[in-house]
Nanobody
């Protein structure tokens, strides 16, 4: 599967941003998908994961109540709505598909200005 992300860009602290990821594959998107992020000098961390059925969802504790992950199976797209963004959440955000083999998007930069 090939993943293509879109929607990154500069946002002010407290602002919102929606990032999207389109999965190009021949199947029915029956695998977990999610978003990870990596800040400068830090490791990659899982932000939000959606199970293959779109029902089982896990969020990083620090984003609960502010971020929402959703899937559109018709368009093979997964979205991440991010609200009340903080400067420390400046990172490159990566789309992930738990396919076999697993797949990663190219990453999109989300700078959050203070």
């Amino acid at each position: 599967v090939q993943l293509v992300e879109s929607g990154g860009g500069l946002v002010q602290a407290g602002g919102s941003l929606n990032v999207s990821c389109v999965a190009f594959d021949d199947g029915s998107m029956v695998y977990d998908m999610g978003w990870y992020r990596q800040s400068p000098g830090k490791g990659r961390e899982a932000v939000a994961i959606s199970g293959w059925d779109g029902e089982r969802i896990i969020y990083l504790d620090s984003v609960k109540g502010r971020f929402t992950i959703s899937r559109d199976f018709t368009k093979k797209t997964v979205h991440l709505q991010m609200n009340s963004l903080k400067p420390e959440e400046t990172a490159t955000y990566y789309c992930y598909a738990n396919e076999s083999p697993s797949a990663w998007g190219q990453g999109i930069k989300v700078p959050v200005a203070s």
